[in-house]
């Protein structure tokens, strides 16, 4: 008889000792059961018999998780606090049944992209660095060095992993990248139909994919002879995951890159701040068009003002095109009642409702409850209700009915929910069928937009003057991002409202000199001169989430190498009809942080380190 450690694949349980007759791998996916019910886990180690009674298994699958696999699940799971069960839930297994079938035989396309000087110089910088940064602008050809540096990874039989904001995955990157390499492409994201994944999973098993694009999902997958990880866009917070285990894939690019000892490129025009401090960097400048951008800044709250609207006219009437960009989906973020003050809020979260007309009905972003826009105000009986906020489809309405020969689309979440939308969204743009594309952060990520000679950029200081020691970078950030759609062929104009002309225009061509001057405002306090951990408590009895909360508060004041930042109620204080409560920890480690929270962690407690959100 044999014993063995095994973790519970997506459970919180610590691994249990389970026994079996047959003599299996470390890293075998098997069936056991725990409860009476069937569950999968992953062998982690045999052991000694222990001194009291185990289960028997007997079956194992012909999936099984690599010794890298399992030193990375084992890292996550240290390092982020949370069950190995859960690290191992992030990663697609690798199948016995393609172990025999690596196909290293298709013949590889000789290198064809051609470089210009500037970025050959980049390229070289990259290749003599484990981990560095390319700091290019938008529009100078990062990608094509992306590429080069597939194409020697090709030429070597090795694979590459191209990580990208899930909403930077594009037609456009996928024909580019399948223009040049044909079928050793496989995109890998959440739009794709069971039987697409399926084909793609079985061409990554077989090893006949060579380059995986995907979002950060695409880490994991069971991917033979890596040699190379690339992250564009790295600043995105879409690497950040919401839930548990909460890991950065940015961050877990660059352990993978010790681990399996590949280079890890991280690529961004407006790249964060703890990046450009941690890593050796090479700037690329300026763009492949000689074409030059006017910053026009207009005083005023988010709103389609005279200014706004005569640009847009202008445009059309020269045959151009313009994007129109707005941090809020719907038509309104907010409906307050003008006389008793009172805002209507989600049923189950603390969180205003946002108001979607073409439905009819308002809707939390945070758990989709949906109600029925109301005629008069619950609490007064007033039917002087006013809505605040602007967001996407108000904007698309309230153009069109100015300009009704003018063809305007909706550019966000709400609208293009499918891949093929996406495509056929971007193709109209691109045929000019499409005149103004009103968007939130979609619009600024991954696509070209050849004909477009106005950007109008809304909403900059609801980003500015948010609770969050990042909101200056990620304000400029999205400025320039979108700033950077516009003016690829022609002179362009953008129009940006904002009451911080000062801080926007001081930087918005110097992304260098702001994070130069950033680096000052947050040494000693806020990362990357300083670890953050963020513990949330949340439950349906909120003084339970408030008591655990204290007490969990009570244990680390007596922690050695860290600081109470601060605790009580989260912002959002209800989301989900879970009340929630938080503390903030900080220290200049990360290993005083993880011993801290290991020693006294609570059963109700979620670890969140390394906060990106403090909502």
């Not at 791998?25 to 069937?38: D, F, I, P, Q, W």
Request: hydrophobic fraction near 40%.
């Amino acid at each position: 008889m044999y014993f063995y450690k095994i973790a519970f694949i997506a459970s919180p349980l610590e691994p249990l000792t389970y026994a079996s007759v047959l003599k299996i791998e470390c890293g075998t996916l098997v069936s056991v059961l725990l409860r009476k019910k069937e569950c999968s886990g992953v062998i982690l180690l045999e052991c000694e018999e222990p001194d009291f009674k185990v289960t028997e298994f007997s079956y194992e699958s012909k999936s099984y998780y690599s010794i890298k696999q399992i030193a990375l699940a084992k890292f996550i799971a240290t390092y982020y606090i949370c069950s190995l069960g859960d690290a191992f839930s992030l990663m697609v297994p690798y199948s016995l049944e393609y172990a025999d079938q690596l196909d290293n035989t298709e013949d590889i396309a000789e290198s064809k992209i051609e470089l210009s000087h500037k970025q050959n110089t980049a390229l070289d910088y990259l290749k003599k660095h484990k981990v560095s940064l390319l700091f290019g602008d938008t529009g100078s050809g990062k990608t094509e060095v992306y590429m080069k540096l597939f194409e020697e990874q090709l030429a070597l039989s090795k694979r590459s992993v191209f990580l990208m904001p899930e909403i930077s995955l594009t037609p456009q990157m996928g024909l580019r990248l399948e223009e040049h390499f044909g079928a050793a492409v496989v995109m890998w994201h959440s739009k794709l139909t069971p039987l697409q994944k399926k084909k793609a999973m079985a061409k990554i098993r077989s090893g006949k994919a060579y380059i995986i694009a995907g979002p950060r999902s695409a880490l994991f997958l069971p991917i033979e002879d890596l040699g190379l990880i690339v992250v564009d866009e790295e600043h995105d917070d879409s690497y950040k995951s919401s839930s548990r285990p909460r890991y950065n894939a940015r961050d877990i690019a660059i352990y993978m890159g010790k681990i399996y000892d590949v280079p890890v490129v991280l690529g961004s025009a407006t790249p964060s701040l703890s990046s450009y401090v941690k890593f050796p960097h090479v700037r690329l400048k300026g763009g492949h068009f000689s074409s030059q951008k006017e910053f026009v800044y207009e005083k005023s709250a988010e709103s389609l003002s005279p200014l706004v609207m005569n640009a847009l006219e202008a445009t059309t009437k020269a045959k151009e095109q313009s994007i129109v960009f707005l941090p809020t989906r719907a038509n309104f973020k907010y409906l307050i009642c003008g006389d008793c003050g009172h805002t209507y809020e989600c049923a189950f979260c603390s969180i205003g409702m946002s108001i979607h007309q073409k439905t009819r009905s308002m809707k939390c972003h945070y758990c989709n409850f949906t109600q029925a826009i109301p005629q008069v105000c619950c609490e007064c009986g007033s039917a002087n209700l006013t809505s605040s906020r602007l967001g996407t489809a108000e904007a698309v309405k309230n153009i069109s009915e100015e300009f009704p020969d003018l063809r305007v689309e909706q550019f966000d979440r709400d609208v293009i929910t499918t891949q093929a939308k996406l495509k056929k969204a971007l193709k109209r743009f691109n045929d000019n069928e499409t005149d103004i594309l009103v968007g939130t952060q979609m619009l600024s990520k991954g696509h070209d937009y050849h004909g477009v000679t106005l950007a109008v950029v809304l909403g900059m200081d609801n980003m500015l003057n948010m609770s969050d020691y990042r909101s200056r970078e990620k304000a400029l950030s999205s400025l320039i991002q979108v700033a950077g759609r516009s003016g690829r062929a022609k002179n362009a104009k953008v129009l940006v409202q904002s009451f911080n002309e000062d801080f926007f225009s001081m930087y918005i061509e110097n992304y260098e000199g702001f994070l130069e001057e950033e680096k000052f405002f947050r040494e000693g306090l806020y990362p990357p001169f300083k670890k953050l951990c963020r513990v949330l408590f949340s439950h349906k009895n909120g003084a339970k989430a408030q008591e655990t909360m204290h007490k969990m508060h009570e244990y680390l004041l007596h922690m050695p190498n860290i600081e109470v930042v601060g605790y009580g109620k989260c912002a959002i204080e209800r989301v989900a009809n879970k009340y929630r409560f938080e503390i903030l920890l900080r220290s200049d480690k990360s290993t005083d942080l993880i011993k801290a929270i290991t020693a006294t962690k609570v059963p109700l407690c979620e670890i969140d380190m390394d906060p990106i959100e403090f909502g």
